[in-house]
């Protein structure tokens, strides 16, 4: 027989994809560039499902089955592009390919048309969990026409994660969608990382505690409402020794954070979209900063490093602000991502359903978290929400965690601990919820500067003052 899908591209994700598609029961056709990898793939793991293995790629593209489904799981860019290219003249018309690399949504929506134009499908796939996702559930975000779906899909939702009964994979639009909702979904995985690394640092401080006491702590928040992937490899990470020197693990590692770009590109599509996503910004931009080692030790050596007291009394209490402060901001934090997934629908008419895409992140990838519910819970029941800090539950949520976020704020300022993403969460916070924002002295600076023109409370239309001359008001 032949095959019912194929994966070029065999390194760690693509590996685990064919395999944990095989472990499911569907027949896959297996190729890399190398061949070696193809050889070891089905040696190591040929016991675990039917592989079709294909030396060229003409051998595997003729393994498959019509219409043919072929996954590309090779490096992002350039040798994407390059394989696709090898690829389009040994396919016929309605056949799929399918991107599952991280690709940036626009490169997507280009090769989306180019494929379409040649009568192929061209599904840009976000796939999230990493290598174990990858062979034993991912969440996985499909983008590409509905009839491609209707192939795809069954085998995609058979090896996805499931929460509940439900597969975290759902068809999340046309051509690019996939991929923007995976790029948000980084975006937000980066203010959720650095929401922890501020509320980590404050503890430390403010306690006085080894790393593995406050990993204790975050075990205990792992109970409630923070629940999280990441909440329990914080408290894993912790509480980790460094064998070598017996030290805490954290303490041992440069404190300079890397990025791969989808932070980045995150940041660069809402300002494009004009969607304040501060939180993951400033993630994105708190990693910048670790990085620039040199600036660090000028200022270290000009301003001096010390920090002063957080002036903990009540032990307790200051845990549970940290806690509240947290959550508060990650409330903020996703609400401006799925603010995000909303506005790049409408730009782009994508259609998508934004409850759905929580749901398919309660599993298999990296944000996966109990409080994702509660977000599909938010827009099953207004799907036209305005924020989702106004749905009743996060409401209430930030309503009741606002003291303890305004003491952790204002006393990370006082004592010289930087709390970016926690004070500008607060400040987003704040500013939405102004009656009145300064922004009415800029419209006049630009008006006075530039004759932007201005629009008053008290009456429609647009005006001009005469700056340099009378000062009269003109009609614009
Ligand atoms: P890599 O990104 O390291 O890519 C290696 C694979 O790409 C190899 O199979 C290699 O073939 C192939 N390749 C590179 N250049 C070419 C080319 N010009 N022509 C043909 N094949 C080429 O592999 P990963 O498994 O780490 O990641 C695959 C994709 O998945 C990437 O887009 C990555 O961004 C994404 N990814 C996603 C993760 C997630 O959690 N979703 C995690 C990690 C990666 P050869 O063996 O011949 O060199």
């Given at each position: 027989?032949?095959?019912?899908?194929?994966?070029?591209?065999?390194?760690?994700?693509?590996?685990?994809?064919?395999?944990?598609?095989?472990?499911?029961?569907?027949?896959?056709?297996?190729?890399?560039?190398?061949?070696?990898?193809?050889?070891?793939?089905?040696?190591?793991?040929?016991?675990?499902?039917?592989?079709?293995?294909?030396?060229?790629?003409?051998?595997?593209?003729?393994?498959?089955?019509?219409?043919?489904?072929?996954?590309?799981?090779?490096?992002?860019?350039?040798?994407?592009?390059?394989?696709?290219?090898?690829?389009?003249?040994?396919?016929e018309?309605?056949?799929i390919?399918?991107?599952?690399g991280?690709?940036?949504f626009?490169?997507?929506?280009?090769?989306?048309?180019?494929?379409?134009a040649?009568?192929l499908?061209f599904?840009?796939?976000?796939?999230?969990?990493?290598?174990?996702?990858?062979?034993?559930?991912?969440?996985?975000?499909?983008?590409g026409s509905?009839?491609?779906?209707?192939?795809?899909?069954?085998?995609?939702?058979?090896?996805?994660a499931?929460?509940?009964?439900?597969?975290?994979?759902?068809?999340?639009?046309?051509?690019?969608?996939?991929?923007?909702?995976?790029?948000?979904?980084?975006?937000i995985?980066?203010?959720?990382?650095?929401?922890?690394?501020?509320?980590?640092?404050?503890?430390?401080?403010?306690?006085?505690?080894?790393?593995?006491?406050?990993?204790?702590?975050?075990?205990?928040?792992?109970?409630?409402?923070?629940?999280?992937?990441?909440?329990?490899?914080t408290?894993?990470?912790?509480?980790?020794t460094?064998?070598?020197?017996?030290?805490?693990?954290?303490?041992?590692?440069?404190?300079?954070?890397?990025?791969?770009?989808?932070g980045?590109?995150t940041?660069?599509?809402?300002?494009?979209?004009?969607v304040?996503?501060t939180?993951?910004?400033?993630?994105?931009?708190?990693?910048?900063?670790?990085?620039?080692?040199?600036?660090?030790?000028?200022?270290?050596?000009?301003?001096?490093?010390?920090?002063?007291?957080?002036?903990?009394?009540?032990r307790?209490q200051?845990?549970?602000?940290?806690?509240?402060?947290?959550?508060?901001s990650?409330v903020?934090?996703?609400?401006?991502?799925f603010?995000?997934?909303?506005?790049?629908?409408?730009?782009?008419?994508?259609?998508?359903?934004?409850?759905?895409?929580?749901?398919?992140?309660?599993?298999?990838?990296?944000?996966?978290?109990?409080?994702?519910?509660?977000?599909?819970?938010?827009?099953?029941?207004?799907?036209?929400?305005?924020?989702?800090?106004?749905?009743?539950?996060?409401?209430?949520?930030?309503?009741?965690?606002?003291?303890?976020?305004?003491?952790?704020?204002?006393?990370?300022?006082?004592a010289?601990?930087?709390?970016?993403a926690?004070?500008?969460?607060?400040?987003?916070?704040?500013a939405?919820r102004?009656?009145?924002?300064?922004?009415?002295?800029?419209?006049?600076?630009?008006?006075?500067?530039?004759?932007?023109?201005y629009r008053?409370?008290?009456?429609?239309?647009?005006?001009?003052?005469?700056?340099?001359?009378?000062?009269?008001?003109?009609?614009?």
């Amino acid at each position: 027989g032949k095959a019912q899908i194929g994966v070029t591209g065999l390194a760690v994700m693509g590996r685990n994809l064919a395999r944990n598609l095989a472990r499911n029961g569907f027949t896959v056709a297996v190729h890399n560039r190398s061949p070696e990898r193809t050889r070891t793939l089905v040696a190591d793991h040929g016991d675990e499902g039917t592989f079709i293995p294909g030396e060229t790629l003409e051998e595997f593209v003729a393994s498959l089955e019509r219409p043919r489904a072929v996954i590309v799981m090779v490096k992002a860019g350039g040798p994407t592009d390059a394989v696709i290219d090898e690829l389009v003249p040994l396919l016929e018309e309605g056949d799929i390919v399918i991107d599952c690399g991280n690709a940036h949504f626009a490169d997507t929506r280009r090769r989306e048309e180019a494929l379409r134009a040649k009568g192929l499908h061209f599904v840009g796939t976000g796939v999230s969990g990493g290598e174990e996702g990858a062979l034993l559930g991912p969440s996985i975000m499909p983008g590409g026409s509905k009839e491609s779906y209707a192939k795809l899909g069954p085998m995609f939702e058979a090896i996805s994660a499931k929460v509940d009964g439900t597969a975290c994979c759902v068809h999340v639009g046309p051509d690019g969608a996939g991929h923007f909702v995976k790029m948000v979904h980084n975006g937000i995985e980066y203010a959720d990382m650095q929401l922890i690394a501020e509320a980590y640092d404050l503890l430390r401080e403010g306690l006085n505690a080894t790393p593995a006491e406050i990993g204790e702590i975050f075990e205990t928040w792992n109970q409630g409402d923070l629940e999280s992937f990441l909440i329990e490899i914080t408290a894993q990470v912790l509480k980790h020794t460094d064998a070598e020197t017996g030290k805490g693990f954290v303490d041992i590692v440069l404190d300079q954070a890397e990025q791969k770009g989808t932070g980045r590109w995150t940041v660069q599509s809402a300002l494009d979209l004009g969607v304040p996503i501060t939180g993951i910004a400033e993630a994105t931009f708190a990693r910048s900063i670790s990085g620039h080692a040199d600036q660090r030790a000028a200022a270290a050596r000009t301003f001096g490093s010390s920090v002063g007291s957080l002036e903990v009394t009540d032990r307790e209490q200051f845990i549970e602000d940290v806690r509240a402060a947290l959550y508060a901001s990650k409330v903020v934090a996703y609400a401006q991502g799925f603010d995000q997934v909303i506005a790049g629908s409408e730009e782009y008419g994508w259609g998508i359903d934004p409850g759905a895409m929580a749901t398919i992140w309660r599993g298999g990838c990296i944000i996966r978290a109990r409080f994702l519910n509660r977000i599909r819970e938010a827009y099953d029941a207004d799907p036209k929400l305005p924020s989702l800090l106004v749905a009743p539950y996060f409401a209430e949520a930030v309503q009741s965690g606002v003291d303890s976020w305004r003491r952790v704020v204002s006393a990370s300022a006082s004592a010289g601990i930087p709390a970016p993403a926690f004070s500008s969460s607060l400040a987003y916070y704040d500013a939405l919820r102004r009656d009145r924002l300064p922004a009415a002295l800029i419209q006049g600076l630009r008006d006075n500067f530039g004759a932007h023109t201005y629009r008053r409370t008290d009456r429609d239309g647009s005006f001009h003052t005469q700056w340099s001359g009378d000062k009269s008001e003109t009609p614009a």
